[in-house]
Structures are given as structure tokens and as C-alpha cells.
């Protein structure tokens, strides 16, 4: 895709699955993915309700008809068919009268935010409840008021949806993202939108590492693909993150994985990027990386996101909308994300062809010149020079690059041109994942 067609895939996407309710199971999810797998061809699965994974037992299939709050002259005070954020997800059914201190019990609220509908859940507790802005609360009258939930939870089926692209390797590098928040931009639709970017800039290039996207319901969809897939996940990931909240103005963040030298850990810090900001790893919170990072999987992966709390005020609001997120800052994010991805590709052991002694520069053209040229093309070309000297004495097979950025305070990405120069004169090979002996 071109940058234009990639705006507007991203802003048809942005429109086209923001309305949809989606939940943790259920037909707003099975749309979702079925949208999304006309720019990414996703193979969708199913398991069935009751299933046993793992600790946990995929739940009943929840269905919404209806739900609103009418007062006595019949005039609808909330209604989910405006904004589905109205009905706490999961409710069960209710059809009953009661005055305002009882209705009262069942709306909530955020009162730090008095124009915001909040978003709730009661994914594994049978009950209902509704959601309204603190400011339309504290407008409601004395009266009778009327609560109807039309909903339904059935056996039926949690969906997900996964693809690999295959590499030069088989070591896997793990996308993933969810699929289950309604109406919530940033929360819900940046994550699969950027995710399905990625695909699209990745499917047509040749990469060195094999890529497993994954699409699924947060926590008890991670759960059940860990249970199908955890084994040959356990085997093949090299590293990896989930995509998740990376719209807005804000800063990249990398929650760090658990494990300390996980490669996504190492390569961030190596870009040396002071845009980009890190958290540590807590299970406390956060999205799958908890799944994948528990302790029987501790998969060396980690959590990209931009501006979550306290910077992202309207976390789990209807203020999450789409004037909250562009799909310009999607593009930025997927841009960003990207400089990643290939920080991961190039990081590595390389091996120095000519190991004995320096490398005889002048004979590639390599070493700078005596010519009458400016100071500022003299820096250059001595900073290019010393990039050289550093990449050669160190591609003894032991030493990964990620090591030089460190060591030296040089971009990682800084790297890219001098190793793709010292191949042109088939002067090193690499990357390797494990160590290499010189020959």
C-alpha cells in the first residue's frame, strides 16, 4: 500500500468498526474479524462454549436485542441502539418499574469525568446494570423509570483470528492485539488497524523472522489460543508484543517484558530513541502480555501502547471516539512500530570474512578520502568510517549488535546502511541468532 491507501484504509476502518458491539464472544465480534480478513487474511476459528482451557471455561455466547431506560411518559432517557456503551456488556435480561434511589443502584458513572459514559463489564457474573454520564444522573427527576434489557446467553462459540507470515526462520516474531471493546477508538480499534498495516508492509519483503499475528477477545482469548497453541509458541517465539491503545499524540511506550533479556527489551533500549518511553513489567495490569508472560509460557514478549493512564483520561469512556484518534497518528504508530520490527531484523552476531587483521578499506572505497571537501562532508565521512571500524572488529560471531549501541551510544538503526555496505563487499554475513565461530 502506498501511504495515501494506507489513510484510507485506515479511516474506512476507523468508521466502518467503531458502531459494531462487540464483545467477548458473540456475532459483533465474528464481524469484526470478518472485516478486518479483507486486508488481512485471517483464518478464523471457533470453540465452543464450556470448552476447558487451561484454569478457564469458555463462557456462553452473549447476544444484546435491546436496552433502555424510559421514564413514565414513555420518553427514553438512555437507549443502546445510540450508544451501546449504555448497557453494561454481559447484562442479563431485566424488564421492570422502580423510582430514582432504586435506578440509582444500577447506573454508574464517572464522576472524575462528568460528561463520559463508562464502559462495564460482568463477563463471569450473572447481573445487569446500565451507564450514563454523571451529568445526565444528576439531571434525572423523581419519577418511575422503566429498565429493559433484551439479551440472551447461549452455548455457542468464541471466535479469534490468526495468520503466520513465514520467514527466512522459523523463530517467530508474535503480534497480537483484541478484538472485543465496543465503540472505544483508541482501546479497541487502534491495535487491529495498526496490526493490519503491519501485515501489509510485511507480506511483500523478505523477512528474516517468520510472524504470527493473532486477533482475539482480551484475557479469555489469549487464554484459549495459549491452550491450542502454547507449545509451539513456547518453541518458535523469539520475541514479540501486543498492539494495544497506539492512537493520539502521544509517546510509544514498551512495557517491558518479564523476562529481562527478552530481544524486544534489548532492541528498544539499543534504538536509543528519547521519543520512546518504557514501564515495567507488572501483572497487576495491562492486556495479554499477562497470558503470555505467565509463568508456564513467559514468553519474552511485551506490551506497545501510547499514552495509557494517567495520560489517557478517557480510558474506558465514550470519550474514546473518534475525534479522540486520527487515522494520521495510526500511520505514525504503525511508522514507529515498524522502526521496531526492523531494529529486531537487523540485531544479531554477524561474522567478519577477513577476521586477521583490519580490513584494507582503500580497496572498497570505504576509507576517507584526501580530497578537498568540506568539513562537514570530512565529519560524515569519518563518522561513517569509525561505524565501519566498529561493525568489522566487533562481528566476531559473539558479539551482537545491539551490544555496539549500547557500548557506543549509537542508534541501532544507525547500523543499517553500514551493514548493508560491508555486504555489498561480502565483507561480514549475519545475522545469526546464536554464536558463530570465525573460521
Not at 434525572?140 to 479469534?160: Q, T
Not at 486477533?215 to 489460543?225: A, D, K, L, N, R
Not at 492486556?287 to 508472560?293: A, F, M, T
Request: glycine share 6%; aromatic share 10%.
Amino acid at each position: 500500500m502506498t501511504n495515501e491507501e494506507e489513510l484510507q484504509v485506515a479511516d474506512y476502518l476507523l468508521k466502518k468498526l467503531f458502531p459494531i458491539n462487540r464483545s467477548i464472544t458473540g456475532e459483533g465480534l465474528r464481524l469484526t474479524l470478518n472485516i478486518l480478513k479483507k486486508y488481512i487474511p485471517l483464518e478464523i476459528e471457533e470453540v465452543k462454549s464450556g470448552t476447558k482451557v487451561n484454569n478457564w471455561t469458555v463462557p456462553k455466547e452473549w447476544k444484546l436485542n435491546e436496552a433502555y431506560i424510559e421514564d413514565s411518559s414513555g420518553k427514553k432517557i438512555i437507549d443502546a441502539k445510540n450508544n451501546n456503551l449504555h448497557v453494561i456488556n454481559y447484562s442479563t435480561s431485566v424488564d421492570k418499574t422502580v423510582s430514582l434511589d432504586e435506578l440509582k443502584k444500577y447506573i454508574h458513572t464517572r464522576p472524575d469525568i462528568p460528561d463520559a459514559i463508562p464502559y462495564i463489564t460482568s463477563y463471569y457474573k450473572n447481573t445487569y446494570g446500565f451507564c450514563m454520564s454523571q451529568n445526565q444522573l444528576d439531571s434525572l427527576k423523581e419519577d418511575n423509570y422503566h429498565m429493559y434489557i433484551d439479551s440472551k446467553h447461549f452455548d455457542g462459540s468464541l471466535n479469534y483470528g490468526h495468520l503466520l507470515v513465514k520467514g527466512e526462520s522459523d523463530k517467530e516474531i508474535l503480534i497480537s492485539t483484541y478484538v472485543c471493546h465496543p465503540s472505544m477508538a483508541n482501546n479497541e480499534l487502534s491495535g487491529p488497524i495498526c496490526s493490519t498495516l503491519i501485515y501489509n508492509r510485511l507480506k511483500n519483503r523478505q523477512n528474516r523472522f517468520s510472524y504470527r499475528f493473532i486477533f482475539c477477545p482480551e484475557t479469555i482469548g489469549s487464554i484459549t489460543y495459549l491452550s491450542k497453541y502454547g507449545k509451539i509458541m513456547k518453541e518458535k517465539t523469539y520475541t514479540g508484543f501486543i498492539l494495544t491503545c497506539i492512537g493520539g499524540d502521544f509517546p510509544l511506550c514498551l512495557k517491558l517484558s518479564k523476562k529481562n533479556n527478552a530481544p524486544i527489551n534489548i532492541v528498544y533500549k539499543a534504538l536509543r530513541n528519547n521519543e520512546f518511553k518504557t514501564k515495567p513489567f507488572d501483572p497487576r495490569s495491562g492486556s495479554d502480555e499477562r497470558q503470555y508472560c505467565s509463568p508456564g509460557y513467559n514468553l519474552p514478549v511485551g506490551q506497545i501502547s501510547k499514552g495509557l493512564n494517567p495520560n489517557y483520561p478517557y480510558y474506558h469512556t465514550s470519550l474514546d471516539n473518534l475525534d479522540f484518534i486520527t487515522a494520521e497518528q495510526l500511520i505514525k504508530s504503525v511508522e514507529q512500530v515498524m522502526t521496531l520490527i526492523d531494529a529486531i531484523e537487523l540485531d544479531g552476531y554477524y561474522v567478519n570474512k577477513n577476521p586477521y587483521g583490519e580490513v584494507k578499506l582503500d580497496k572498497y572505497n570505504l576509507y576517507p578520502t584526501i580530497n578537498d571537501i568540506s568539513d562537514m562532508e570530512r565529519t560524515i565521512q569519518k563518522q561513517t568510517t569509525n561505524k565501519i571500524l566498529l561493525v568489522l572488529n566487533y562481528s566476531d560471531g559473539k558479539t551482537p549488535l545491539s551490544y555496539l549501541s549500547e557500548q557506543y551510544r549509537i542508534g541501532l538503526m544507525e547500523f543499517k546502511p553500514i551493514i548493508d555496505i560491508l555486504k555489498k563487499y561480502d565483507l561480514i554475513e549475519g545475522p545469526f541468532l546464536e554464536r558463530r565461530e570465525l573460521e
